[in-house]
């Protein structure tokens, strides 16, 4: 059964360093690929997709991730991030096996440290 | 537009009690979907609609139910509130239906059943 492993719960970073949520995925094909942010009180927003082509995709607020079809993963990187970036994200993988079309993981909570 | 409002914000239900949550999208989207998502847990999806008309259970139905009477709306109604129904609440709509389509998120709905 397809399933999307998020390792991390809560991960917290200093404004400005780097980031890297890791997203491991279990699907038989070629999956499409999410990754979803959930700031404080707002809904799910999509942060970019993979779906074919270059395994670096590139996605809004600075953020991109990258498909490793050897090691099952899609992680979000962002080169330094921001007291805005606190928020709960969201990996997600397509599948037609599920009534939504999609699955998601627990989700990574990340915090800022000033 | 607006994207995918729902309402309320955040409710407090005593058991046996009943209620609907409202959501509503006005980007002409047939696919409307209604998910739950408890602390440390992906979504998980209730119902799902393809359509005016047309509803199906998604993973978790058991103690709701729903109505799609317009293009635009997709009501949520909780039936006699349990404990186990205490989560947040969020309803989605797609332009598609596919593992490849975004889900475009309201804000959700905090429910506390006490």
């Known amino acids: 059964a397809q399933s999307v492993t998020q390792p991390d719960i809560h991960i917290t970073v200093s404004e400005g360093a780097s980031l890297e949520l890791r997203c491991n995925y279990s699907?038989?094909?070629?999956?499409?690929l999410f990754w979803y942010v959930q700031s404080p009180g707002q809904g799910l927003q999509l942060l970019l997709k993979?779906?074919?082509?270059?395994?670096l995709v590139q996605g809004i607020k600075g953020f991109e991730a990258e498909f490793k079809r050897s090691q099952s993963s899609f992680n979000l990187r962002k080169p330094s991030v921001h007291w805005s970036d606190a928020a709960e994200y969201f990996c997600?993988?397509?599948?037609?096996?599920?009534?939504?079309?999609?699955?998601f993981g627990s989700g990574t909570r990340l915090s800022i440290r000033p | 537009n607006a994207g995918v409002t729902q309402t309320p914000k955040f409710r407090i239900l005593k058991i046996g009690q009943s209620m609907t949550l409202q959501c509503t999208q006005d980007?002409?989207?047939?696919?409307m979907y209604w998910y739950r998502q408890d602390p440390g847990m992906g979504l998980k999806l209730i119902y799902y609609s393809v359509g005016a008309g047309i509803t199906d259970k998604g993973e978790v139905p058991n103690g709701y139910n729903v109505s799609r009477s317009t293009t635009e709306d997709f009501p949520l109604r909780l039936e006699l509130a349990a404990p186990s129904q205490t989560s947040v609440y969020f309803c989605a709509s797609s332009l598609e239906f596919g593992p490849q389509e975004t889900q475009y998120f309201g804000p959700g709905t905090r429910l506390l059943v006490l």
């Open positions: 699907y038989g094909a070629t999956p499409y």
């Open positions: 997600a993988v397509g599948t037609y096996s599920s009534a939504s079309k999609i699955i």
């Open positions: 980007m002409n989207h047939n696919y």
């Open positions: 993979y779906f074919s082509g270059d395994t």
